[in-house]
């Protein structure tokens, strides 16, 4: 095998067996479970995650349409679709 080339094998083999979804989850949610979700997946502490926001909330706003989109593209625990592609597919079964 030549050492410049990875393979698939190498890369499904290399990745972590014990990565968790990203999800919202039922547990430690103050609002919607947003922050919770990627503290869960990013293995930190939601408190970061919710500064984080504040912080994008006051230096410009840009914390709001974060974790909005959040909210609509991360899926509940539970559940395998997100507010956004349940909707999304209501739309195209019309």
Same mark, same amino acid.
């Not at 609002?31 to 990627?38: D, E, K, M, N, S």
């Not at 502490?45 to 593209?73: C, E, M, N, S």
């Not at 956004?84 to 739309?91: D, F, P, R, V």
């Given at each position: 095998?030549?050492?410049?080339? =990875?393979? @698939? @094998?190498?890369? $499904?083999? $290399? ?12 547990? +430690? ?7 919770? +979700? ?8 939601? !408190? ?7 912080? !994008? ?5 840009? +914390? =709001?349409? !974060?974790?909005?989109? +959040? !909210?609509?593209?991360i899926p @509940? @625990?539970? $559940?395998?679709?997100? =507010? ?5 597919? $209501?739309?195209?079964?019309?």
């Amino acid at each position: 095998m030549d050492t410049d080339t =990875i393979t @698939e @094998e190498t890369v $499904s083999s $290399s990745s972590s067996a014990d990565t968790q979804p990203l999800r919202r989850p039922f547990h +430690g949610r103050m609002i919607t479970g947003v922050a919770a +979700g990627i503290a869960d997946y990013l293995g930190i502490d939601p !408190l970061l995650v919710r500064i984080g926001f504040a912080t !994008l909330v006051v230096l410009g706003g840009a +914390g =709001i349409p !974060l974790y909005l989109a +959040g !909210l609509l593209l991360i899926p @509940e @625990e539970g $559940s395998d679709q997100s =507010i956004a592609a349940s909707l999304l597919h $209501s739309i195209q079964t019309r």
